[in-house]
């Protein structure tokens, strides 16, 4: 399989209110039939992603409980390295919800960035017994 680089094509600035919370760069073992990236492979990134930006949060045991969003807006492709930002969009009673966004930079071109993937997920702390507890309120709130 080739690898063809990714269209320079309306670059974009990496986020400067988010933090990086993970890179990776996916193997051929990851690509589909079409020659693109699984989309689960990618969710499963973002996941994992998101569940950093929650530790801060959770201090302790935690679940994901819902993907309240995920968009694919350019394939990822086999010589792509993936940047995964994230933030924190809200701290509820038991829950934490976080926003990642996932940008692309081919192998042999690094330095330009296309947003591929923009997902906002919820991850709810868990006591010892797996039931729902509360996140600690954070430091100033």
């Known amino acids: ?55 801060i949060y959770a201090k302790g045991r935690m679940a994901t409980v819902a993907v309240n969003e995920f968009v694919f807006k350019q394939p990822v492709r086999v010589g792509d390295i993936l940047s995964f930002y994230g933030k924190l969009v809200r701290i509820g009673r038991t829950s934490i919800t976080v926003k990642i966004e996932v940008y692309a930079e081919h192998f042999n071109a690094q330095g330009s960035y296309t947003k591929v993937t923009e997902a906002l997920l919820t991850y709810v702390a868990l006591d010892e017994n797996g039931k729902p507890r509360e996140v600690p309120k954070p430091a100033g709130a």
């Open 1 to 55: 399989m080739s690898e063809s680089p990714r269209p320079a094509a309306n670059p974009v600035q990496l986020p400067t209110d988010e933090k990086l919370v993970l890179k990776v760069i996916p193997l051929p073992r990851d690509v589909n039939a079409n020659g693109d990236i699984f989309g689960g492979w990618v969710m499963a990134q973002v996941d994992l992603a998101g569940a950093v930006i929650a530790a």
